[in-house]
Every structure is written in structure tokens, then in C-alpha cells.
């Protein structure tokens, strides 16, 4: 039987006094998770969610639905900050690590209870991401250059997202493959048939009058 694709609405760009509302409001339409793309000023120039943003989402649900998408420089300090209540995973960039022992990353938010992720931008190869594929629990390709939302769908994602669920076929892992950038109701088949069985979207959602009517789109 085939796995149901999960759907991972962004939240980056709404307002703290608007979080309520539209998270209701997503949580209602059956989102799976609720993405926050952390962004420090430094790995990414923009920035966004500081923190305690996700006491505000955590406090509409029973269940651990925050995914948090770290594209930070100094991933420990974030998964501190970031490490609360209902959050499912938290996910780093590989491309960050350059001075961090992804392992020891690893370890420490399996350690701590939660699920952990590691992300690759665009130009990173997919391979960098083997040793570390039987010990994670998400893989993230980026679609997009990590940054800012409403951004065209980069097709090189798509043989990404094929190595990871041919890797996963072979050697039985469990990871689960989420791609992240420019997702909406056309980009979507190529990525889910690519193997992606989590969608983040952002603008295509998050724009819409009616997010059930998007996240229905983004399923079937
Ligand atoms: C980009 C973020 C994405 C992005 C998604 O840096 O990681 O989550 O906001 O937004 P859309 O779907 O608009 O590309
Ligand atoms: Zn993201």
C-alpha cells in the first residue's frame, strides 16, 4: 500500500498576532505539520521566528506537529532554543556543519527526545547525506534557495528526492523525504512521483482564501 503524502504548511511570513488564527486554521484543514523556517541573519540573511512563536502553535494541539526547519549557523544554540513542546523534528543544514559533529548533533536531539532532520540547499550534492542516512528521521531537499518564501521550484531537487527514496528502498531506513520550495499544485506530482512523502508550501497555501481546498490539492 502506498504511504499518504504529509503536508507541511510554512508559516514564514505571518505575524505573531496572526499566528493563532491561521495555525487554527491550517490545523483544521489537515495539515500534518506545521513548518517554521528559522532563519539567524547569518546562514541566510533574512531572519524570522525567534523562538517563542511556537508556544503560540503548540497551545492549539495534543500532538507533536511542529516541524522546525534550522537554517542557522550555530544549529546546538537553535536546537536549545527550539527543543519545546509538540515539536516533532527539528531539521539542520548540513551545509552549517562545517565546524559541528553532525553525529554528535544527531545523538543530541535523539538524546533529548525528538526527531532530527539534516537539509540540503540546492548546490550541495545529495551524497554528503549518506553516512547519516540510517540515523535520521527526515531528509530535507530544498526546491528553492533557503532564504525567502514565494520562489520558483528548482527541478534539480527531483533527482535528489529519487536517490533518497531509492536509498531508503534498498537498505529498509526510515527517514522520511521532504522537499521544501516552490511546491504547488504542479510542482507537486513531479516531487511526490520523485519520491517526496512530506510537501512543505508556503505561498501556495498561505495565499490561498481557502487552505483546505490547497492541502486537498497537495494529497490526492
Ligand atoms: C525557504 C523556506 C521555505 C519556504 C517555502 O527558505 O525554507 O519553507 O518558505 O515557501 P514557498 O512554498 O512559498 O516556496
Ligand atoms: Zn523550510
Do not use: W
Amino acid at each position: 500500500m502506498e504511504n499518504k503524502t504529509l503536508i507541511a504548511p510554512s508559516i514564514l511570513g505571518v505575524s505573531e498576532e496572526n499566528l493563532n488564527l491561521v495555525c487554527t486554521n491550517l490545523i483544521n484543514a489537515g495539515s500534518d505539520l506545521i513548518h517554521f523556517d528559522v532563519m539567524d541573519g547569518q546562514f541566510v540573511s533574512n531572519t524570522s521566528f525567534t523562538g517563542k512563536e511556537i508556544d503560540i502553535v503548540s497551545a492549539l494541539t495534543n500532538d507533536s506537529i511542529i516541524d522546525v526547519h534550522l537554517m542557522v549557523n550555530d544549529v546546538k544554540a537553535y536546537l536549545d532554543r527550539f527543543m519545546k513542546k509538540h515539536v516533532k523534528l527539528l531539521t539542520f543544514h548540513y551545509e552549517a556543519t562545517y565546524s559541528q559533529d553532525i553525529n554528535a548533533l544527531i545523538s543530541y536531539v535523539h538524546d533529548k527526545g525528538y526527531e532530527v532532520g539534516l537539509a540540503v540547499s540546492p548546490d550541495t550534492p545529495i551524497e554528503v547525506l549518506k553516512p547519516y542516512l540510517d540515523k535520521i528521521d527526515l531528509a530535507l531537499i530544498m526546491s528553492v534557495v533557503p532564504g525567502k518564501g514565494g520562489q520558483k521550484f528548482m527541478p534539480i531537487a527531483l533527482d535528489k528526492l529519487a536517490y533518497l527514496a531509492k536509498e531508503k528502498k534498498e537498505h529498509n531506513y526510515s527517514y522520511l523525504i521532504e522537499v521544501d520550495g516552490g511546491i504547488n499544485n504542479e510542482t507537486c506530482e513531479e516531487a511526490k512521483n520523485a519520491g517526496a512523502e512530506v510537501l512543505v508550501a508556503g505561498s501556495y497555501i498561505l495565499k490561498s482564501e481557502n487552505y483546505k481546498e490547497r492541502v486537498d490539492i497537495l494529497k490526492r
